[in-house]
Structures are given as C-alpha cells and as structure tokens.
C-alpha cells in the first residue's frame, strides 16, 4: 500500500531554537499534504493544509508564522516550528493522499514527538 | 455543524470475545467513512473505509464494519478479539476535509 514517510521520528530542541519536520510520500504524488497536532490521549487536530506550489491553508487559530509549510514538490512537505517553546510540545502527524486517485483514504506518517526543553 | 461522536472513551473486552468501537455522524450529503487505528506513538493506520455499495465493509486484520445510513453510524467490529489489537481507534468522516471523532482507547485483557 501507499506509504508516507515522516522524520524525524522523535526530536529534542532548545527553547528559541527552529525545527522542521519533513513529510515525504514514497510511492505515490501528493498534491496536498495535511498536517496534524495530537496532545495526549487526545484526536488529531488540523493544523494546516499543505498545497504544492501554493500558500498552504491555515485553520483558524493557528498561527503561519509560527508553524512554516513548504510544499515544493509533488512528494514532499516540510513543517518548520519557528522559535520554538515548551508549548509546542506534542506529536506532529502528517497525512496524503494519491493525487491520481479518487476516493482514496489518507495515508499517513508515523508521527514526530518534539520535545521541547 | 458537521460533527464526528465516539461515544466510549474506552472499552474493555476479554481476548477472544467479540468487540465493537462505535461511530455515529452528523454530516450533509453522503459522507465517506474511515476507520483508522493508532498505537503508542505511532502514526495512524487505514483500516476500512465505506465509499459506496455493500454497507458492510471488511478490513484488515480482520476488522470490519457496518454503514447505517438511517441510524448514520459506522460500527467497527471483530469477531474475536486478540491482546494486540489493543490501542487507539479513530472513526472519521470526509465531507472536503477529514472529520475526527475523538478517539476510543480499546483495551483487550487476556
């Protein structure tokens, strides 16, 4: 099946410091990419849609200049977290789908822990 | 508004018992239905999905669930329960964007 490869897997950062989160689809084209916050034992929350080629779309609330996409490529998306502080602590998930085909579900990465300190 | 409900924050049930995660929705139009399921840390994983046709939809490692358009729920099943299946089950709804509900922890004791 279609994968979705994500890294890192697990990072660790200074406060301030920048951080980004690479999101590749390997065997299929993905002109939008999604990307998803998950705190603990909570669901998945849309943060941003990522189009290739275009401005990504933001959900209400969270803030673009903080959380960068690119999305530059037709396989890849990076999720950069600008200045980063203990808060933005949590599980980052991305998600595609198959461009090519319709009706297909959303496969998705296995998820980066950034950690904040 | 458009919304996805998981009911049970949890549920318990002994290896080799039959389970059932529940789903209902509250969408317009004819919805696209997902089941995924989530381990520690981990990603999410496809399950199921019901686009169209037969209302009961098989899956994999042998999960399988039923499309009720009247009662607008999306039940996820299987037969007999195994130790690890135990984790985190996550029914969504695409209506243009995917639709969450909240996720239900499923443990499976031996």
């Known amino acids: 099946g279609a994968v979705v490869s994500q890294h890192p897997s697990w990072v660790i950062c200074k406060s301030g410091t920048s951080v980004k989160i690479e999101c590749r689809s390997l065997d299929f084209q993905a002109t939008t990419m999604f990307w998803y916050r998950q705190f603990p034992k909570q669901s998945l929350m849309l943060m941003a849609t990522s189009n290739e080629g275009s401005k990504a779309t933001y959900e209400q609330g969270v803030e673009k200049d903080k959380f960068l996409i690119n999305h530059a490529s037709l396989t890849l998306s990076t999720l950069t977290v600008t200045s980063a502080h203990p808060e933005d602590s949590s599980f980052y998930i991305c998600?595609?789908?198959?461009?090519?085909?319709?009706?297909?579900?959303?496969?998705f990465g296995q998820g980066t822990r950034l950690t904040v300190v | 508004a458009q919304s996805v409900a998981q009911p049970e924050d949890q549920v318990n049930v002994a290896e080799g018992n039959p389970l059932t995660v529940k789903c209902t929705y509250s969408v317009s139009g004819n919805p696209y239905l997902f089941w995924y399921v989530q381990y520690p840390n981990r990603g999410l994983q496809f399950l199921l999905k019901y686009i169209t046709g037969d209302n009961l939809v098989k899956g994999s490692y042998g999960f399988e669930a039923e499309f009720n358009k009247s009662q607008t729920s999306f039940h996820l099943k299987k037969p007999s329960a195994l130790v690890s299946d135990s984790a985190l089950y996550f029914c969504a709804v695409r209506v243009g964007k995917l639709i969450w509900g909240l996720g239900t922890s499923l443990a499976v004791n031996p």
């Open positions: 998600s595609a789908r198959d461009s090519l085909r319709l009706n297909t579900e959303a496969f």
